[in-house]
């Protein structure tokens, strides 16, 4: 069942395309990837689909409501979060706090109480491990840290869509492993469907369950990673030449 639907989506910026007619149908609890070359359209479309960036024609969907000009917060009450490469972070609050913040303003239904919301914080710092670093101040995290707060604060408001950009780039390959599976339990053990942009194609091939390939703002290809990352036309336009296998 369909959880997300895109039709023929579009946003020009000063007339040229940047997402060009995109449709698309998103399954709930599936972990989806969007790849393709710098310039693809792939964060211009989930700005779409969170609110950040009005399309310029199309519709979005979202659980059977239309959400295509709806503003930002309220598409966030709604059940869709996002977590940005550059975290949106509140410098001036503690890793818990910026937490709370999520799990007491996330969502529309049953606010929490501010004692209920800090529950619900260290029960997301436990599942991105820093519990322990609670009291500390943002800027005593590192980056990938404050990703990892970012992706905290979106659970907190227990999303039914997550919408991921380039979380794991400049990462390292333990980094990258341990968000791996932070995604994949995400959707597992929370039941967060998944809408992830990203360049590091060991995580695609280990994690996606689909891909979808953005190519000049079109839907080049959509399947399963191992048969769309053999496709001739996503190798030309997108790998170069080189198929991956375990990269």
């Known amino acids: 069942m369909a959880i997300l639907e895109l039709d023929d989506v579009h946003k020009h910026f000063g007339g040229l395309p940047a997402v060009d007619g995109v449709t698309l149908e998103v399954d ?49 009450q709604r059940g869709v979060a996002m977590v940005l490469q550059t975290p949106r972070v509140f410098p001036s609050l503690t890793v818990r706090e ?57 659970l907190a408001g227990r999303p039914r869509l997550l919408l991921l950009d380039e979380v794991m780039a400049g990462l390292n390959p333990t980094e990258t492993n341990l968000s791996i599976s932070m995604v994949r339990a995400a959707r597992d053990r929370l039941g967060v469907t998944i809408i992830w942009v990203e360049h590091v194609m060991k995580a695609v091939m280990s994690l996606a369950e689909r891909v979808a390939v953005l190519d000049f703002g079109r839907l080049l290809a959509d399947g399963d990673p191992e048969s769309v990352m053999r496709d001739p036309a996503v190798i030309e336009a997108y790998l170069g030449g080189d198929a991956p296998t375990d990269a």
């Open 28 to 76: 709930d609890g599936e972990i989806l990837a969007i790849v393709g070359p710098n310039g693809a359209g792939k964060s211009t479309l989930l700005k779409t689909i969170i609110g950040l960036i009005e399309p310029t024609s199309g519709s979005i969907a979202f659980e059977d409501v239309d959400i295509t000009r709806m503003a930002t917060h309220r598409v966030r």
């Open 98 to 154: 910026n937490v709370v913040v999520g799990a007491m303003f996330g969502k529309k239904s049953e606010r929490l109480s501010e004692s209920d919301a800090y529950v619900e914080a260290d029960v997301m710092l436990d599942f991105v491990d820093l519990r322990d670093k609670g009291q500390f101040g943002i800027e005593q995290l590192n980056l990938h840290e404050q990703r990892y707060v970012d992706l905290a604060r979106a």
